[in-house]
């Protein structure tokens, strides 16, 4: 899957959405994925809604009210949420903090390590392992 071509065909203001999730690990060449999940400012995500992206109402029953919406291959979602620490992330510190790569807005791996962590399912699990072993190639190719 090419996720920037994707990613752009959504015709979105670069600057008003994060690329989270597996697609972080995707674009670095780490695994595949199947889906692309997005974070994206309120405004935006009115703008999908109105595009005709439907509400996952089993995921806000799991959530509590946590909205998701779905389109395809593609999840957006409002906010990031640490579910062990009860703690919501600010999208604005999320658009901030992001690893742009060819235009586009992605989650740094340390960041989605964090999450992954707070997960804790076999897969997030065997992910943590691949973003640490490719931050620990990154620092050591570095240090050459």
């Known amino acids: 899957m090419d996720i ?14 994060v690329v989270v999730g597996g697609s972080s690990l ?3 060449k780490l695994r595949e994925t199947n889906d692309i999940d997005l974070i994206v400012l309120p405004e ?3 703008k999908l809604v109105a595009r005709g992206w439907v509400f996952d109402l089993e995921y806000e029953k799991r959530w509590n009210g946590r ?12 906010d990031l949420y640490l579910e062990k620490e009860n703690r919501f992330f600010d999208i604005q510190t999320v658009l901030n903090e992001a690893d742009v790569i060819d235009d586009v807005r992605f989650q740094p791996l340390e960041s989605l390590r964090i999450f992954k962590l707070d997960s804790s399912r076999e ?3 065997r992910d943590v ?3 640490d ?3 620990m190639s990154s620092s ?5």
């Open 140 to 144: 050591n190719s570095m240090e050459l």
């Open 129 to 131: 392992e691949l973003i």
């Open 4 to 17: 920037i071509a994707q990613v752009k065909s959504l015709n979105l203001p670069l600057d008003k959405f």
């Open 123 to 125: 897969k997030d699990l």
């Open 67 to 78: 909205q998701r919406i779905k389109q395809g291959f593609f999840e957006a979602h409002t």
């Open 133 to 135: 072993d490719y931050l």
């Open 26 to 28: 995707a674009i670095r």
């Open 44 to 46: 935006i995500f009115e």
